[in-house]
């Protein structure tokens, strides 16, 4: 079902689902079913989101998930590159309705942050139709607390109400910023090179010399290299490198 009031560039078509437990699976199974690029996903209530390893993401209604899907022409080693479009899409999207002083950034790969605090994700997993020889598919999606976060989380986590006190910011609107701000940023990406992003994404990305954890492994930032990896400083003489692409997931359900 079409919504009017949404303001959408034309290369949208929009599907808005009342309810349903995970953005990722549903935007999954219509990719797998035939869907076609373009196609923007609007989850209005999400009921049993989860992350990559299977822990809870937290969500209420009125928060944002969303998804666009698309038909890469692109080789299969350049995916994990859009999961930094994705994100500086969804940042600027969102540093349209903050306040200039919120510390707004990113957390390698995919996390979105305030204030040190994690406010969205975006994931992006790639897969081929039913009979597994049909075009490939990428499934660009994204969760953001709009209203309120959960009390007791492993992450410390924030909604944009919480960090904006009032705010007329809703998820309507951030989804309308989100879609134009993704035609954006795909589209430098492909004009301009996935250097020219990734500095883009570096503006408020993870700094050199800055903590970091992922999984049991913990450490410092030594850099994000030119192809968006993650180099971490274990202690004076071992570094470990943890590959973009490592983050964007096969569907296999």
């Known amino acids: 079902m079409e919504n009017n009031s949404l303001e959408l560039p034309s290369a949208y078509d929009l599907v808005e ?30 009921t ?54 919120t510390a707004l950034g990113y957390d390698w790969p995919d996390t979105l942050m305030i204030a040190n605090h994690v406010v ?15 075009s490939p598919w990428l499934s660009v999606c994204g969760s ?16 944009v109400r919480e960090a904006e006190g009032t705010t007329e910011l809703n998820a309507e609107k951030l989804l309308q910023a989100f ?11 492909n004009d301009q090179g996935f250097l020219s992003l990734l500095d883009r994404w570096k503006v408020r990305g ?12 913990s450490g410092t930032v030594h850099e994000i290299d ?5 180099v971490i400083q274990i202690d004076s003489a071992s570094q470990r490198t943890i590959l973009l692409e490592s983050y964007v997931k096969k569907y296999s359900g």
């Not at 990719?31 to 209530?45: D, V």
């Not at 953001?144 to 909604?159: G, R």
């Not at 879609?179 to 990406?189: G, L, P, Q, S, Y």
């Open 179 to 189: 879609a134009r701000e993704f035609i954006t940023w795909i589209n430098h990406w």
């Open 48 to 101: 049993a989101g989860q992350e990559w390893d299977g822990r809870p993401w937290y969500s209420e209604e009125g928060d944002l998930h969303c998804s666009v899907l698309l038909e890469p022409e692109f080789e299969q080693h350049r995916y994990g590159e859009i999961i930094l479009v994705a994100a500086v899409s969804m940042g600027q999207a969102l540093a349209q309705y903050l306040s200039p002083m």
């Open 120 to 134: 969205g994700r975006v994931w992006v997993q790639h897969g081929h139709g039913h009979d597994g020889e049909s």
């Open 226 to 230: 030119s192809k968006g990896n993650l």
């Open 144 to 159: 953001v607390n709009m209203l309120n976060s959960p009390e007791d989380f492993s992450i410390p986590a924030i909604s």
């Open 206 to 217: 993870n700094q050199r010399g800055a903590s970091c954890k992922l999984g049991s492994l």
């Open 17 to 46: 689902v009342d309810e349903s437990e995970d953005i990722r699976t549903l935007a999954a199974l219509a990719a797998a079913e035939g869907g076609h690029e373009g196609t923007l996903i609007w989850l209005k209530k999400q």
